[in-house]
């Protein structure tokens, strides 16, 4: 841990995220004698994939499993490391110079660094449908933060919707902890069974498939399972009371519900990458925006590199490694280490980045998420924090709204606190099928800094340059 | 409906929910807190005045915007309790630009 006034002025490497690959690339980083900083939102390491690794208050191992505990030793490689590490700090601006912005505890500073590595992870893909934003109706994510970093579990009727790993293991891991689940809606579509199927056999060479298959068995045998779930929708007065689904054209059944977990899937969190300036194109198979990198995590920015999920999802497993290569990479760039030193190093990461990768897309194609669970339509909040429902989203269309940016001055869509994330791909896929054209081309909102909202008070508290006098400064 | 599974260690920390003292544990974020003690809501919205509560745990929804020692809009789920720290709940447009 350490205060704002710890930070110097310039580093070597800046890593932005203290999950895996940021992990991994700080602490490689420092060990090749780069002057490392790691900035994180969090209060401790580990991301949201090893939350709160230090000092979860779930000792029991079998609990979170033993993926999890992966986590304790590449926090405490990093702990060992040498890297400067600032908890609880927000990255707010980094310019194409390598000019960052960031603040703690209410107060900003500005430093610099030779190179930088993005390692700005994952967030759950928004999934609109009605009554999301009712109390009662969070993410499976976050429910599993709350298990991971507080110990908290749930009581009453809980009831999980949607599709992906992280749904079976939350449930595996509220078996484990004694918490009922009255239900899980299962909405993979059918017909994704088809399409994944070419890509089984190397999914059954992985390191998933077994964990995979285990998991399913586990929460089969005490969860009430829906498969087939075509259409979903949170009830309640003030907060969440029921839960309706339906099945293909069968009648609408509801459930009471005190709790409503929802994912389908994690998207890249590109916000940072994309206001510094890096190049994302659309990816359709994991629908959604994906930095332009290469082979050693390089983006379109010279001297910023994107590392982990937030380059591509892949996983925890595939995030250390790319961590790892994108900090020998800024070594090597920075001359600390020669051709052949990096290219050796390189070897057994690569090698360990192509088995974590294997059998991905397995995964991939079989939890690609409904079109009806991407696109909702009539009165669903699109844009929960302006208040923005589908439909008004369409009309704005057929009135003129060729893209994301216009629908912010048609309708402040985007433009609340979150800053579009979690509404940006839902509005990128309305548009695209409305005007019958590809997410790719429709685009995503432009971002620019500061990523995180800021105060006036901790932008006055930014240490004032000649430059910033001077330019007030009359006659 | 929150529960903790596992009762925080014998020291735990006391912070103040609307005036209402409540006990959390020292790795809690306020978030955690409030949700663990039964606060589900923790805004109105500015625009339609909807109750809102904690929805990504992880700093990017906004939803867990609440004032904490009389800053306002602060994310809940981003500040770690601390004793004697004061939430207040936020209702609607007139305390966002708080």
């Known amino acids: 841990m350490s205060d704002l006034a710890s930070i110097k002025d310039q580093y070597d490497l800046a890593v932005i995220g203290a999950g895996p690959a940021g992990l991994a690339a700080a602490t490689l980083g420092a060990r090749f004698g780069l002057a490392t900083v790691l900035f994180d939102e969090q209060p401790s390491p580990g991301g949201q994939i090893y939350r709160a690794i230090t000092e979860t208050p779930l000792r029991e191992r079998s609990l979170l499993?033993?993926?999890?505990?992966?986590?304790?030793?590449?926090?405490?490689?990093?702990?060992?490391?040498?890297?400067?590490?600032?908890?609880?700090?927000?990255?707010?601006?980094?310019?194409?110079?390598r000019e960052i912005g960031v603040s703690m505890a209410g107060r900003a500073r500005l430093l610099a660094a030779?190179?930088?590595?993005?390692?700005?992870?994952?967030?759950?893909?928004?999934?609109?449908?009605?009554?999301?934003?009712?109390?009662?109706?969070?993410?499976?994510?976050?429910?599993?933060?709350?298990?991971?970093?507080?110990?908290?579990?749930?009581?009453?009727?809980v009831i999980l919707a949607g599709t992906g790993p992280l749904l079976w293991l939350l449930a595996a891991q509220y078996r484990r902890a004694g918490v009922r689940i009255d239900a899980m809606l299962d909405t993979t579509p059918h017909r994704n069974w088809l399409a994944a199927m070419p890509h089984l056999p190397k999914f059954l060479q992985s390191i998933y498939a077994a964990k995979g298959r285990l998991l399913l068995h586990e929460v089969k045998a005490s969860v009430k399972v829906v498969r087939g779930v075509t259409a979903l929708a949170a009830r309640g007065e003030g907060r969440l009371q029921e839960v309706a689904y339906r099945v293909g054209h069968r009648r609408e059944i509801r459930l009471p519900a005190d709790t409503l977990l929802l994912h389908q899937g994690?998207?890249?969190?590109?916000?940072?990458?994309?206001?510094?300036?890096?190049?994302?194109?659309?990816?359709?198979?994991?629908?959604?925006?994906?930095?332009?990198?290469?082979?050693?995590?390089?983006?379109?920015?010279?001297?910023?590199?994107?590392?982990?999920?937030?380059?591509?999802?892949?996983?925890?497993?595939?995030?250390?490694?790319?961590?790892?290569?994108?900090?020998?990479?800024?070594?090597?760039?920075?001359?600390?280490?020669?051709?052949?030193?990096?290219?050796?190093?390189?070897?057994?990461?690569?090698?360990?980045?192509?088995?974590?990768?294997?059998?991905?897309?397995?995964?991939?194609?079989?939890?690609?998420?409904?079109?009806?669970?991407?696109?909702?339509?009539?009165?669903?909040?699109?844009?929960?924090?302006e208040e923005v429902t589908a439909q008004q989203v369409l009309d704005a269309v057929k009135g003129g709204a060729t893209g994301p940016n216009q629908l912010k001055s048609f309708l402040r869509c985007g433009m609340g606190p979150c800053q579009g994330r979690l509404c940006g791909l839902t509005v990128t896929e309305l548009i695209a099928k409305a005007r019958n054209t590809a997410p790719g081309e429709v685009g995503y909102y432009r971002l620019r800094p500061p990523v995180k909202p800021i105060t006036v008070a901790e932008l006055a508290s930014l240490p004032q340059s000649d430059a910033a006098r001077k330019a007030v400064v009359r006659g | 409906m929150f529960r903790r599974l596992v009762e925080p260690e014998r020291q735990s920390v006391r912070i103040v929910v609307d005036g209402r003292p409540i006990a959390a544990a020292p790795g809690d974020s306020v978030a955690a807190a409030l949700l663990a003690a039964g606060v589900l809501t923790c805004r109105t919205t500015p625009v339609s005045g909807a109750p809102r509560a904690p929805y990504c745990m992880m700093g990017v929804c906004f939803e867990c915007l609440v004032a904490i020692d009389g800053v306002g809009s602060r994310q809940a789920c981003l500040t770690r309790v601390r004793d004697g720290m004061a939430i207040e709940t936020q209702q609607g447009k007139r305390e966002a630009g708080r």
């Open chain 1, 114 to 157: 030779r190179h930088v590595i993005l390692a700005t992870g994952a967030l759950e893909r928004p999934f609109p449908i009605p009554g999301w934003t009712l109390p009662g109706v969070m993410t499976c994510g976050a429910a599993q933060i709350l298990l991971k970093s507080s110990g908290v579990g749930l009581d009453g009727k």
């Open chain 1, 65 to 97: 499993g033993e993926d999890y505990w992966k986590g304790a030793k590449l926090a405490d490689d990093f702990a060992r490391s040498g890297a400067h590490y600032a908890a609880g700090a927000t990255v707010w601006s980094i310019s194409q110079e």
């Open chain 1, 266 to 385: 994690v998207v890249p969190n590109v916000n940072l990458a994309s206001a510094i300036g890096c190049v994302h194109h659309w990816d359709e198979t994991q629908l959604c925006f994906v930095p332009e990198i290469d082979e050693w995590g390089r983006s379109s920015v010279a001297g910023v590199s994107i590392a982990g999920d937030g380059g591509g999802i892949a996983g925890a497993e595939a995030a250390a490694e790319t961590g790892r290569l994108a900090a020998l990479d800024a070594a090597w760039q920075l001359g600390k280490i020669d051709d052949f030193a990096r290219d050796r190093h390189a070897g057994p990461y690569r090698a360990a980045l192509a088995e974590a990768r294997h059998g991905r897309r397995f995964l991939d194609v079989l939890y690609r998420p409904a079109a009806a669970f991407r696109r909702p339509g009539g009165d669903t909040l699109v844009c929960r924090c």
